[in-house]
Nanobody, 126 residues
Framework: QLQLVESGGGLVQPGGSLRLSCAAS????????IGWFRQAPGKEREGLSC????????NYADSVKGRFTITRDNAKNTVYLEMTSLNPQDSAVYYC???????????????????WGRGTQVAVSS
């Protein structure tokens, strides 16, 4: 069993930055691929980014490529999502998720992940 807790969300002005954290407890983060997702009101959940267990492979949605960076610190059982150049369309609840993927790459589909955090709210507004 893996428990995930997101933090770092909040209100930021357009063009600003935030760093989200996903802290894991339980059976250990190291064995899991981690993904970041978001869901805005009335919209489907969107897979933003993922990172493999060793952190050597990442994947980004076109909507955030070049602006968001995912990293992980397995010693701290934490995964981060650095978000820059934020705009109002980035406003959503952001979730991290963990899943066992026995592949050298990672995916951004919800069904690939078994454990989910409760989310942290990000609002981008002036």
């Amino acid at each position: 069993q893996l428990q995930l807790v997101e933090s770092g969300g909040g209100l930021v002005q357009p063009g600003g930055s935030l760093r989200l954290s996903c802290a894991a407890s339980g059976s250990g983060l190291y064995y899991n691929t981690i993904g970041w997702f978001r869901q805005a009101p009335g919209k489907e959940r969107e897979g933003l980014s993922c990172i493999t267990t060793a952190g050597d492979t990442t994947n980004y949605a076109d909507s955030v490529k070049g602006r968001f960076t995912i990293t992980r610190d397995n010693a701290k059982n934490t995964v981060y999502l650095e978000m820059t150049s934020l705009n109002p369309q980035d406003s959503a609840v952001y979730y991290c998720a963990a899943g066992l993927m026995l592949t050298p790459t990672c995916g951004r589909r919800s069904y690939q992940y078994d454990w989910w955090g409760r989310g942290t709210q990000v609002a981008v507004s002036s």
